[in-house]
């Protein structure tokens, strides 16, 4: 059974950081591009970052760039963001998220429809 499992999340101040984790199994972990998603309360699941299946290319969105940054350790089926300067709108349910077919090329960051497997979130709150 294919499963994602985002941890990391908490409670942090505006200008601290925090490091997601996504843990992968099920599904050949190496084949799969993995894209970061939020969702803050009353706004639609936005794409916040993408890595390729070998790690070799990345994406992020316009809000986030310069400040978070996406990795992955093929070998321990884990993928990671590391949000820095943190930010109020930063706040909201974070996801992983895998896909077989989608490319993250530089192009655009990931959709909702690209991916085909899910984790169920972390809560991500930036306040004072």
């Known amino acids: 059974q294919q499963q994602l499992v985002e941890s990391g999340g908490g409670l942090v101040q505006p200008g601290g950081s925090l490091r997601l984790s996504c843990a992968a199994s099920g599904f050949t972990f190496g084949y799969y591009a993995i894209g970061w998603f939020r969702q803050a309360p009353g706004k639609e699941r936005e794409g916040v970052s993408c890595?390729?299946?070998?790690?070799?290319?990345?994406d992020y969105a316009s809000s986030v760039k310069g400040r978070f940054t996406i990795s992955r350790d093929n070998a321990k089926s884990t993928v990671y963001l590391q949000m820095n300067s943190l930010k109020p709108e930063d706040t909201g349910v974070y996801y992983c998220?895998?896909?077989?077919?989608?490319?993250?090329?530089?192009?655009?960051?990931?959709?909702?429809?690209?991916?085909?497997?899910w984790g169920k979130g972390t809560l991500v709150t930036v306040s004072s």
């Open positions: 998220a895998a896909s077989l077919d989608y490319y993250c090329s530089g192009y655009r960051v990931p959709r909702y429809d690209d991916m085909d497997y």
């Open positions: 890595i390729s299946s070998t790690g070799s290319d990345t």
